[in-house]
């Protein structure tokens, strides 16, 4: 019929038989997850001159991901909440209270795998808890994680006595500050006395671009065979390099201070992980399937109360995770520890253009959200700027970034 | 004063990918009925929405003229102010308000910012009575039926005090009862002058009210007619709704019913929030595979709520009885269940219980069934995109891909997308609730020969429809429910109008 001819004709590159997409439609389908980049890279812009660029520094750089993973794998956790239109407020609480159970754990002896696997297990205990009541009991995520916050707050101040847990040795914080060059004892492959490079991220940088690269050459092949329409190749190729020269130079990075940081390999397999079981599973079809509507979900078919339940574990599982990387970041388990975790995950997210309507959000974009909270945190430390100062500067960027989204939103005609 | 009160030149609105309105002229003469025809996704309720200011001024190409003068609007307030009212094809009522409250939501006058609610509450008697609507103006509106909701929304319109009436698909919802009634009013408000645009699939209904029909065909204005002089016929208004003609519409079938697969005995289903009131009562029926059955009824008789309590007990707090399927007592108690079983159903309700409205089209189709396109619980993308296309193709989805937003799809094409899922679970027993609501009637029959073919293929369909003339031309057998009963059954030969209608009020 007359509609069937593709509005999306043959980009400017006029590849025979390939229905491409125009740069036009694919900037403006995209243009949300391309701004939040824009977004970040414009902030670390706008601090550079403050601080004489040492925010770009190799050393900064590494320090920014040893500080702030833990908000990066929060975020993972409560994008999911949000998508099915829950919320988890417990986090900083979960993770203060792990943390003093796992230094516990740890300083009985038991060793780093063992202490994590613990945490792991302790997490998704916590989380299965409050998705029963959440999931099963019909209560509201804000009210029961709300509790949750109260609950495991009190029972670290209980079981910690309110005094802080001293770790026994070092093992514990490899994970949160070490790297796997000095795990490895890998020397510098190059050394000059003042310029060092560490061969762990490098390689692991090429390794992945080179993945990267394949995989996303195969699936666009495979679409061009089954005649789905694809980007051009002019664009596609742009997409892939600038793609890999920023995984590339933030190898580099790595390599030229302390190599590559064990954290980054934490973040980003649960950032791999998660993304695919969001995009490519049939559960995370069923996650977002709730969130966007979940009385046609159930009548399609879907049990909307397991996925709810799901959804906690995994936010447990990853509250875990982030207690051991927090915990051994400080070096301590502190019973205030994880003050406000929450509030940062949940601004990650919303600045990562998670929608509160529900059913809208990824896990790349948060992380890129937790980067930017990232960066302003990092960038007003640089220029000793307090605590107070970056409250009052995160406040307008979250307020502002919700704002936009709407706005773009709005415009794209999605509500 | 001129002769037309709304004048349109040289539309054009193009929405990402879509050119929805081409160029479109209408001319609407004050005082008259106007129905505008076309197929889903023609743009017709596109361009009721440049009219009324829905998209703003700015956001279209072309020029409206409204009582002689350009219209230049930024919101909806802006047309209303000027006696433009408009009823959309998704009711939008608030559900928890109360019907007074509906009616004067948004223009009511206050004093100090306080509202006196019971000048409102009686002033809103006045306009129930116009549209012949018999509730209390405290009901809350989300206890309505639809047919009644309707009214509220026309109520609503009139409290406005409009000079045209935009009506979107006002009697897609409504039985043929409540349609009569609806169109009577409509033809009353002609008599005092109140001028009305109504867009409608029902054919015959438009050549009953209509003075002047203008039909659009892929967003082109194609024809214009007065009903009158040029003895407008259905089969003229189809010819230029399609480009082509359409011999039958409801295409020809030999049935030859099977065994009994499913029978429900003594169902009975009650109310969810008062658990005394039983909202389906005893109801047994029976059916045979490769049958059609259709259960006709006025509105709130109970067909939706017996459907859907069968259907993983997605209605009531509580139901008692048996069904059987196949001579066994399955597990029905959540939807999984009861699509492990055979079932698969089509909700009437295709904006809250039907579709995933922020989702594309791939997504809603597959969601049902993504264990056929799954391997080790991994989705196979490319599998899930040929499927989906292929029911776009089949369907005839009008998008420019299958990534589209189901938001962004017009009232008939957001049907056919429900229909897909459904069709792509592949269930031996279809209960699809008014499974033609909305659609165009070339449509129509794609669905009508789809569903016919499941039958042949074995499967057993059970239609829910407010339309008779569908009920007659499908179904195998016509059961007649009113009041939560079944009132009588009927077969395809001895069925007709009156018959049902008689069934269905008098005993
Ligand atoms: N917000 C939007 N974004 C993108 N496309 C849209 C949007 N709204 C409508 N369209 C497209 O514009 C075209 C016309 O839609 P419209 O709703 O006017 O059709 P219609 O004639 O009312 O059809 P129906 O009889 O099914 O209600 C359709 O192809 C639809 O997909
Ligand atoms: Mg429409």
Redesign the pocket.
């Known amino acids: 019929m007359a509609?069937n001819n593709m509005s999306t004709n043959g980009g400017n590159m006029g590849d025979k038989n390939i229905r491409t997409i125009d740069f036009k439609t694919l900037f403006r389908n995209n243009i949300r997850n391309y701004s939040m980049f824009l977004i970040l890279a414009l902030i670390m812009l706008i601090f550079a001159p403050m601080v004489s660029w040492r925010n770009f520094g190799a050393r900064n750089l590494t320090n920014i991901f040893f500080q702030y993973s833990y908000v990066l794998i929060l975020a993972v956790g409560m994008v999911q909440c949000i998508i099915i239109l829950g919320i988890d407020l417990s986090v900083g609480s979960v993770c203060a209270f792990v943390g003093a159970l796992t230094a516990m754990i740890y300083n009985s002896g038991a060793g780093m795998p063992m202490t994590l696997a613990a945490a792991l297990v302790i997490g998704v205990s916590i989380g299965a808890f409050q998705g029963f009541w959440i999931a099963y009991m019909k209560i509201p995520a804000f009210i029961v994680t709300l509790a949750g916050m109260m609950l495991f707050r009190g029972l670290t101040y209980i079981v910690t006595n309110i005094n802080p847990i001293s770790l026994k040795d070092n093992g514990y914080s490899y994970l949160a500050t070490g790297t796997v060059d000095e795990v490895l004892k890998l020397g510098p492959i190059v050394d000059t006395g003042s310029f060092r490079l560490y061969p762990a991220s490098l390689v692991m940088g090429v390794a992945l671009v080179a993945l990267y690269i394949i995989s996303e050459v195969i699936a666009r092949n495979k679409k061009i065979a089954n005649g789905f329409e694809v980007s051009s190749t002019l664009i596609f190729i742009g997409k892939l390099a600038t793609i890999s020269a920023l995984v590339l130079v933030l190898a580099e990075r790595f390599a030229e201070y302390r190599g590559l940081p064990i954290v980054v390999l934490v973040v980003g397999t649960t950032v791999f992980v998660f993304h695919f079981i969001l995009n490519n599973t049939v559960l995370g079809r069923y996650i977002y399937a709730v969130g966007g509507n979940s009385r046609s979900a159930k009548l399609s078919g879907i049990n909307s109360e397991l996925i709810t339940f799901i959804v906690f574990c995994f936010m447990g599982m990853l509250a875990g995770l982030a207690a051991v990387i927090s915990t051994g970041y400080m070096n301590t388990a502190l019973p205030q520890a994880g003050l406000n975790f929450e509030l940062d995950a949940i601004a990650a997210c919303y600045i990562g253009g998670v929608s509160a309507g529900g059913g809208i959000g990824t896990v790349v974009g948060v992380i890129v959200g937790g980067l930017v909270m990232s960066a302003i945190n990092n960038g007003m430390s640089l220029m000793n700027l307090g605590q107070h100062y970056q409250y009052v500067v995160k406040a307008m960027v979250v307020l502002l970034a919700v704002f936009y989204d709407v706005y773009t939103r709005r415009k794209a005609?999605l509500g | 004063m001129d002769e037309y009160i709304l004048e349109i030149k040289n539309l054009t609105k193009e929405?990402?990918g879509?050119r929805?309105l081409d160029n479109v002229d209408l001319r609407v003469k004050r005082g008259e009925i106007h129905s505008i025809c076309?197929?889903?996704?023609?743009?017709?309720?596109?361009?009721m929405s440049v009219i009324s200011g829905v998209y703003p001024k700015g956001s279209y190409e072309g020029q409206v003229f409204f009582k002689g003068h350009e219209t230049a609007y930024h919101s909806v307030k802006d047309s209303e102010k000027e006696g433009l009212a408009i009823i959309h094809?998704e009711l939008a009522l608030s559900p928890y308000l109360s019907i007074y409250e509906n009616i004067f939501l948004g223009h009511m006058q206050t004093k100090f910012g306080i509202i006196n609610w019971d000048r409102y509450i009686k002033e809103s008697n006045k306009y129930l009575k116009i549209v012949g609507l018999n509730e209390p103006p405290e009901t809350i509106v989300s206890k309505l039926g639809v047919g009644k909701q309707q009214l509220v929304e026309i109520a609503r319109a009139l409290s406005k005090k409009a000079d045209i009436l935009i009506l979107d698909?006002p009697t897609s919802s409504l039985n043929d009862d409540e349609s009569e009634k609806l169109l009577d009013l409509i033809l009353e408000f002609k008599k005092q002058g109140i001028t009305s645009v109504m867009?409608s699939?029902k054919l015959n209904e438009v050549l009953k009210v209509a003075d002047t029909v203008t039909v659009?065909r892929d967003?082109k204005s194609v024809a214009s007619y007065d009903v009158k002089a040029d003895k407008l016929t259905e089969s003229r208004i189809i010819k230029d709704m399609v480009g082509r003609d359409l011999t039958h519409r409801f295409p020809d079938r030999k049935s030859q019913p099977g065994d009994t697969v499913m029978e429900v005995k003594n169902w009975t289903v009650y109310h969810p929030d008062f658990h005394k009131i039983k909202v389906v009562d005893d109801v047994s029926f029976f059916l045979r595979k490769g049958e059609i059955l259709a259960f006709c009824g006025p509105m709130g008789a109970g067909r939706t709520e017996l459907m859907m309590s069968i259907f993983g007990r997605s209605y009531g707090s509580r139901s008692e009885g048996e069904v059987l399927i196949n001579g066994k007592k399955p597990d029905l108690g959540s939807c999984r269940a009861a699509m492990n079983a055979g079932l698969g159903y089509i909700s009437e309700d295709r904006k809250s219980l039907g579709l995933i409205l922020i989702q594309d089209i791939k997504t809603n189709i597959s969601n049902a069934s993504l264990g056929k396109i799954s391997r080790f619980g991994i989705v196979e993308g490319h599998q899930e995109m040929l499927v989906a296309e292929k029911y776009r193709k089949d369907l005839n989805i009008?998008?420019p891909s299958v990534h589209?937003m189901t938001r962004?799809?017009?009232?008939?094409?957001q049907q056919k997308v429900v229909v897909s899922r459904s069709l792509m679970a592949d269930p031996d027993i279809f209960i699809v609730d008014e499974p033609t609501r909305?659609i165009?009637v070339g449509a129509k029959s794609e669905i009508y020969s789809i569903l016919n073919d499941m039958a042949a293929q074995g499967k057993s369909i059970i239609m829910v429809s407010s339309e008779l003339p569908e009920a007659l031309g499908m179904a195998d057998r016509i059961y007649v429910m009113n009041e939560g009963k079944i009132k009588g059954v009927l077969t395809h030969e001895e069925a007709t109008q009156e018959k049902i209608m008689h069934l269905a009020l008098v005993n």
């Open positions: 509609m005609g | 929405f990402p879509v929805a076309g197929e889903n996704g023609a743009g017709k309720s596109t361009l094809q698909e867009i699939h659009l967003g009008r998008s589209q962004n799809l017009s009232g008939g094409n909305g165009d």
